[in-house]
Every structure is written in structure tokens, then in C-alpha cells.
């Protein structure tokens, strides 16, 4: 028995030219991946990729990462402070436990202050200006300037095609794969 009303409904949906749209199936699960299908070009050249930026790669993978050079971050912290007669000079902690009790010091042993933006000297360092891309962390009591990339977008440069993803495996590795569809 067909109900009026629905079919009513359907018959106005297709003299209008509606269409009715199905829902994009979900990603396939490992037992519905035809494995065949799946294409992998390879892993993430991380270290190859931080070496071209001057950092170096975490070994989790996903970032890179340098340590800062504290006295170039106070002096980039400072530039607009200095002047002929007083220059930062030196970086010093004062407590040797703290790694956020250091102060920029002029010739003389006068303090400018502490750094006030590690982050700013990481973008304009590693970055281009770009505060996104790069920040200061601190690590124990190491302060590192840190990339966290689009690792996707790494797969697809290396490899020359849009059309792949990447992926953090149980290993802690990255794979780059695509679906082949064809």
C-alpha cells in the first residue's frame, strides 16, 4: 500500500528537479579497506624537511625544534632598548633552577628585564615573522623554539600529489597513503 501523501511528496521532489542527496559514507573500517587499493608512497622525511629550516627533527615526529640561543632572544627582545653607549651583552640566569629567571645584561652588569617574547624571536628566527608556524616552549629547563607541522601537507610536497593524507601509525611513525580509486 503506497500512502498519498508520500507519494505526493516524492512526485513533487522529481517535477521540481530535486534530487535527493545520499550521505558520503564514512571513512571504510581496516575490515571494509580493499588493501589493494590502498596506496603508500612511503613515510614523512621530517629530518629532511627540519633540516632545510635550521631545526632539528623531534624524534616524535610532527614538530621540529632547535634550541633557543638565549643572549640572540635578548637581544632581539631588547633592540629598541639599546643604544651606542649600552648594548645587551650577556644572558644570565639568577636562580640556575629556574630556566624563567634569566635577564639580558648590559657591559656594565645592568639588566634590560627578562625576555618578554620568545615566541616573537622564534617566528622571526625560524618563521618568516609567522606566529603561527613557530613558538617557544620550554622542555625540562631547555627553552626551544618549536614547529609543529601539517603533516599532510608535508606527504603531498614530498610526493607531488594532492591526493594523499597522512597518517601517526601505533609505532609513532607517520605513513602517507591514498585511497586509489580507479
Not at 651606542?84 to 628585564?113: A, I, T
Not at 609543529?148 to 603531498?156: E, F, K, P, Y
Amino acid at each position: 500500500m503506497v500512502l498519498p501523501g508520500i507519494a505526493l511528496t516524492v512526485s513533487m521532489i522529481a517535477a521540481a528537479g530535486c534530487e535527493v542527496k545520499e550521505k558520503p559514507s564514512p571513512k571504510p573500517t581496516e575490515e571494509a579497506i580493499d588493501l589493494s587499493r590502498v596506496i603508500i608512497p612511503g613515510g614523512v622525511d621530517f629530518q629532511g624537511y627540519c633540516d632545510t629550516r635550521e631545526y632539528n627533527e623531534d624524534l616524535a615526529g610532527g614538530t621540529c625544534d632547535s634550541k633557543i640561543d638565549l643572549l640572540a632572544a635578548c637581544k632581539f627582545d631588547h633592540r629598541k632598548d639599546e643604544d651606542e653607549r649600552r648594548k645587551v651583552v650577556e644572558f644570565v640566569l639568577r636562580d640556575k633552577g629556574n630556566p624563567k629567571s634569566g635577564v639580558c645584561l648590559d657591559g656594565r652588569r645592568e639588566s634590560f628585564g627578562g625576555i618578554s617574547d620568545m615566541s616573537g624571536y622564534c617566528a622571526e628566527t625560524y618563521a618568516k615573522g609567522d606566529r603561527e608556524k613557530a613558538v617557544a616552549e620550554l622542555d625540562g629547563d631547555t627553552w626551544l623554539c618549536r614547529e609543529r607541522l601539517d603533516v599532510t601537507a608535508l606527504c603531498i610536497e614530498d610526493n607531488n600529489d594532492s591526493r594523499l593524507k597522512a597518517e601517526r601509525l601505533g609505532s609513532g611513525l607517520w605513513q602517507c597513503y591514498r585511497y586509489d580509486t580507479a
